[in-house]
C-alpha cells in the first residue's frame, strides 16, 4: 500500500492549509488505494520547539520517521511574511534529506492573496530540492 504523508504547515486552528493538505492526500489516496498519515505542526508545536536533534522528541521523532519512510508526500505550508512557516521549516530541517530521494513530493500552500504565489517555487521547492528535481 501507498504510503501518503500529508504534512500541515499551520499553527493556526482551525487552518485552511490543514483542510486544503487533507483534501488532496485523500484525493491521491483514493487513485493509489494508498494510506494517509497526518502530521500537523499545529499539534506537534510544543515538542517541535524543543527538538533540535534526532532522535527528537516524541511525538515528533514518529512523525519525521514516517515522513522518512513515505512513499509520496503532501506539503503544504501557509505564507506568512512572504514564506513558509517557522514551525514547517523547522519540522523539515529535521528530516533527513537523504531520505527523501526519489519520494515525490506535492507542494502546497495558502495565502491571503496570489501576492507571494511563487513562494512555493522560490522557497518551498528547494526545501525538497533532490525529491522534486
Ligand atoms: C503572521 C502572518 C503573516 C502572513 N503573511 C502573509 C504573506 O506574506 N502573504 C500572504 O499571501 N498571506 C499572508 N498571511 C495570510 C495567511 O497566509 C493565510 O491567511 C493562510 O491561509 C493562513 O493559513 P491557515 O488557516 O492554515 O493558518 C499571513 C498570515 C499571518 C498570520
Redesign the pocket.
Known amino acids: 500500500m501507498t504510503s501518503i504523508v500529508a504534512i500541515?504547515?499551520?499553527?493556526?486552528k482551525?487552518?485552511?492549509?490543514?483542510?486544503?493538505v487533507e483534501d488532496v492526500a485523500r484525493r491521491v489516496a483514493a487513485r493509489t488505494s494508498g494510506a494517509v498519515t497526518l502530521v500537523d505542526v499545529a499539534e506537534l508545536a510544543p515538542e517541535l520547539g524543543r527538538s533540535f536533534s534526532r532522535p527528537a522528541a516524541e511525538p515528533v521523532e514518529t512523525a519525521l520517521a514516517a515522513i522518512e519512510k513515505a512513499d509520496l508526500i503532501v506539503a503544504?505550508s501557509?505564507?506568512?511574511?512572504?514564506?513558509y512557516?517557522g514551525f514547517f521549516k523547522h519540522l523539515i530541517d529535521l528530516v533527513d534529506y537523504r531520505a527523501l530521494t526519489g519520494a515525490p513530493v506535492a507542494l502546497l500552500?495558502?495565502?491571503?492573496?496570489?501576492?507571494?504565489?511563487l513562494?512555493v517555487e522560490h522557497q518551498m521547492r528547494p526545501l525538497f530540492a533532490p525529491s522534486t528535481r
Open positions: 500541515a504547515g499551520s499553527l493556526g482551525p487552518s485552511r492549509t490543514r483542510l486544503l503544504g501557509p505564507i506568512y511574511k512572504g514564506s512557516s500552500a495558502t495565502g491571503g492573496s496570489d501576492r507571494h504565489a513562494a
